[in-house]
C-alpha cells in the first residue's frame, strides 16, 4: 500500500513544476520560460531551457528537480536520474526529488541487483544520506568545538564546576564527533571522490576495453547505474551495482 501511494506522488510530482524562480536573478527570465515550455508539453525544450541555468552557474535544487522531470518526460531516463541525484546532493531530504529519483528508477530496463552488504553498511548509508555534505562538515565542526571545550571545563585544574558536567556527557559528545566525523567522510567519498552516474544513451554497448574493436560484454541500456573507475581514450571503465566491469563510451554515461 505503500509503495503504491508513493508511486502515485510522484506521477502528481512529474505532472507539475516547481514554479518558484531560483534564488540569483539571472536565472529568473530563463527559467520562467522553461517552466512555460514544460507547462505546454515541450518537454525537451523545457530541459533545454534548465539546462542553460545550470551551465550559466545556478546550482539550485529546484532547476535539478524541474530538469530531471523534462527529460523523463522526454524519454530520457538516465538523465532525469542523474538531475534527480544532482539535486539531492544540495537538498537530501527533498520529498519530492527522492520520490521522482525512486519512481524514476523503476523505469530502467536493466535490472541488475546491487552485491549485498552488511546491515550496518546499509544503515550507515541510509542514515548519512539524509546529510549533505555541508551539513556533516557543520556537524562534524561544531561537534568537536563542544566536546573540546566542554573537556577542557571538565579537567580545568581548580574548577569548582566541573564535577557539574559528568565523565558521560564529555564522552557522549566526543562520540557524537567520531560519528559525525565518519558521515562528514562518507559524504566526502559519496559526492566527490566517487564517480557515480547512469547510462544516458539509449543502448550502449559495454565492452572489454576501451575501444569498439573489443569484446562485446552486453549492452546496457538507458538509465543503468555504475560508477567510473578510471577514463582512458574516450572511454570509461564502469563497475555496475553487481560488481561486474566494463568500458563504457564517456558519451553514453554521465557522471553526477
Known amino acids: 500500500m505503500r509503495c503504491a501511494i508513493t508511486i502515485l506522488l510522484s506521477i502528481l510530482a512529474l505532472a507539475s513544476v516547481a514554479s518558484a524562480q531560483p534564488a540569483l536573478p539571472a536565472g529568473a527570465v530563463l527559467f520562467d520560460d522553461a517552466v512555460s515550455a514544460y507547462q505546454r508539453g515541450h518537454f525537451d525544450s523545457a530541459a533545454i531551457g534548465f539546462t542553460r541555468i545550470v551551465q550559466g552557474g545556478i546550482d539550485d535544487p529546484r532547476v535539478w528537480y524541474n530538469l530531471g522531470n523534462s527529460h523523463f518526460k522526454s524519454g530520457h531516463i538516465g538523465a532525469g536520474l542523474v538531475s534527480y541525484r544532482r539535486g539531492m546532493r544540495l537538498s537530501p531530504r527533498d520529498a519530492d526529488l527522492v520520490a521522482n529519483y525512486r519512481y524514476v528508477r523503476l523505469f530502467a530496463a536493466d535490472k541488475i541487483e546491487p552485491v549485498g552488504e552488511l546491515f550496518l553498511s546499509t544503515w550507515w548509508r541510509a542514515a548519512v544520506d539524509r546529510l549533505s555534505i555541508y ?6 565542526a561544531f561537534s568537536f568545538w563542544l566536546a573540546a571545550l566542554i573537556t577542557i571545563w571538565r579537567f580545568w585544574p581548580d574548577s569548582s564546576k566541573r564535577a557539574t558536567v559528568p565523565l558521560g556527557i564529555v564522552g557522549a559528545i566526543w562520540a557524537v564527533w567520531l560519528l559525525s566525523t565518519g558521515a562528514s567522510a562518507t559524504c566526502y567519498e559519496r559526492d566527490v571522490a566517487s564517480k557515480d552516474g547512469f547510462v544516458t544513451a539509449t543502448q550502449a554497448d559495454v565492452r ?9 560484454q552486453f549492452v546496457a541500456h538507458d538509465g543503468l ?6 577514463t582512458e581514450s574516450g ?3 564502469v563497475r555496475f551495482p553487481n560488481g561486474l566491469k566494463g568500458w563504457l563510451p564517456s558519451s553514453a554515461f554521465d557522471i553526477i
Not at 547505474?225 to 578510471?230: D, I, K, N, S, T
Open 135 to 140: 551539513e556533516a562538515r557543520w556537524l562534524a
Open 208 to 216: 572489454g576495453g576501451p575501444g569498439a574493436e573489443y569484446t562485446l
Open 225 to 230: 547505474a555504475g560508477a567510473v573507475e578510471r
Open 235 to 237: 572511454w570509461h571503465l
